[in-house]
């Protein structure tokens, strides 16, 4: 069974950029879409978008499309999420989730990673 | 403000039956299948239900969702301790072109 192991804890300063990786353990990612989810403290659930590291195909929540870049390593079992122009409210834990079906954006996430609390702070 | 809007918060005694509602209109709900998501306190989100009332293996039948129209529903009968956690729901929004979440309903065990 496939884990989504993700990198660890960022502090930012504000108008910078932090870079979240997410490693597939125990298996590769294959074709499903590894989907990015953050959630501020003490607050809701919030899809950011996510990557097909196959093929490279990404799609974008409406509110982050400017802001956010998907890439994939297929050779490292790697999906990595990076977020600039960092404010304050972006302050959240970030989550990596493969989805239940191959090829699909549907939004059952049946894999989760571990969560990385990224910081913006001046 | 969410999108899909939950009650905030819900309660029961172990062994009751405790419903959250999720409300949504014809672009979310109305359109698309709904997904029910369990967050414990610390931990990452556990998908509970997906395509309106399939549970994944390993998620017991005490958890049950349903839709009606532009609403959903998810029930825990027997409540029991370990429930005790928020619980939110999702579903693909066809004019947002974006996913909604609810803001989440955080289930307390008396």
């Known amino acids: 069974q496939v884990q989504l192991v993700q990198s660890g804890a960022e502090v930012k300063k504000p108008g910078s950029s932090v870079k979240v990786s997410c490693r597939a353990s125990?298996?590769?990612?294959?074709?499903?879409?590894v989907n990015w989810v953050r959630q501020a403290p003490g607050k809701g659930l919030e899809w950011m978008g996510g990557?097909?590291?196959?093929?490279?195909?990404?799609n974008f929540a409406q509110k982050f499309k400017d802001r956010v870049i998907f890439t994939a390593d297929e050779s490292t079992t790697t999906a990595n999420m990076e977020l600039s122009s960092l404010r304050s409210e972006d302050t959240a834990v970030y989550y990596c989730?493969?989805?239940?079906?191959?090829?699909?954006?549907?939004?059952?996430?049946?894999?989760w990673g571990q969560g990385t609390m990224v910081t913006v702070s001046s | 403000q969410s999108v899909l809007t939950q009650p905030p918060s819900a309660s029961g005694t172990p062994g009751q039956r405790v419903t959250i509602s999720c409300s949504g209109s014809?672009?979310?709900?109305?359109?698309?299948?709904v997904i029910w998501y369990q967050q414990r306190p610390g931990t990452a989100p556990k998908l509970l239900i997906y395509?309106?009332?399939q549970r994944p293996s390993g998620v017991p039948d005490r958890f049950s969702g349903s839709r009606s129209g532009t609403s959903a529903s998810l029930a825990i009968s027997g409540l029991q301790s370990e429930d005790e956690a928020d619980y939110y729901c999702?579903?693909?929004?066809?004019?947002?072109?974006?996913?909604?979440f609810g803001g989440g309903t955080k289930v307390t065990v008396l």
């Open positions: 989730a493969r989805c239940l079906y191959s090829s699909s954006w549907y939004l059952a996430f049946d894999v």
């Open positions: 990557i097909i590291p196959m093929s490279g195909t990404a």
């Open positions: 999702a579903a693909w929004d066809d004019s947002l072109h974006d996913a909604a």
């Open positions: 395509s309106n009332n």
């Open positions: 125990g298996g590769t990612f294959n074709s499903y879409v």
């Open positions: 014809i672009s979310n709900i109305g359109s698309n299948t």
